[in-house]
């Protein structure tokens, strides 16, 4: 490695490359997007985002990080800039080109729950009941910019 290639420069090159992409995502990425399964975790600070994988769910802080297999050992651990497709489809919802905006407003301890599961058991029940079984609408937005 070069001496001006450090992790604030790979962190920069992966940042182009996830905006590169999100410009016109594809395969993975854009069904994520398109079929809502990018979940903003509105009022989180920073910005979190869930998205509901094929295999399990992935806590996203955008244009910086995934908990998915692919960010850690290949972006983290050998430092490779090729994105995954989680924090694609997180972009390219994020600005507007694919897919809808799907948003939770979770509590505190609900965040705690919803980042705790999706960590240790790979899918999120907090999650889904905030999604598909709270009685309470004005906990989830979907289709909203």
């Known amino acids: 490695m070069q001496a001006h290639e450090g992790p604030a420069g790979t962190l920069g090159e992966l940042r182009r490359r996830i905006l590169e992409e999100a410009k016109a995502p594809g395969g993975k990425a854009l069904e994520a997007a398109e079929t809502g399964r990018a979940v903003l975790l509105a009022g989180t600070e920073p910005q979190?985002?869930?998205?509901?994988g094929e295999e399990a769910?992935?806590?996203?802080?955008?244009l910086t990080y995934?908990?998915?297999p692919h960010f850690t050992i290949r972006v983290i651990g050998e430092r490779d800039t090729k994105p995954c497709y989680h924090i694609v489809a997180v972009e390219?919802?994020?600005?507007?080109?694919?897919?809808?905006?799907?948003?939770?407003?979770?509590?505190?301890?609900?965040?705690?729950d919803i980042l705790a599961e999706t960590l240790l058991t790979g899918r999120s029940?907090?999650?889904?009941?905030?999604?598909?079984?709270?009685a309470d609408p004005r906990r989830y937005r979907a289709g909203m910019r």
């Open 92 to 112: 390219a919802v994020r600005r507007g080109v694919a897919g809808r905006l799907v948003a939770v407003e979770p509590s505190r301890s609900e965040v705690a």
């Open 125 to 134: 029940r907090t999650l889904r009941r905030l999604l598909h079984g709270d």
């Open 48 to 52: 979190l985002w869930v998205v509901l």
């Open 57 to 62: 769910d992935y806590i996203v802080v955008p």
């Open 66 to 68: 995934c908990s998915c």
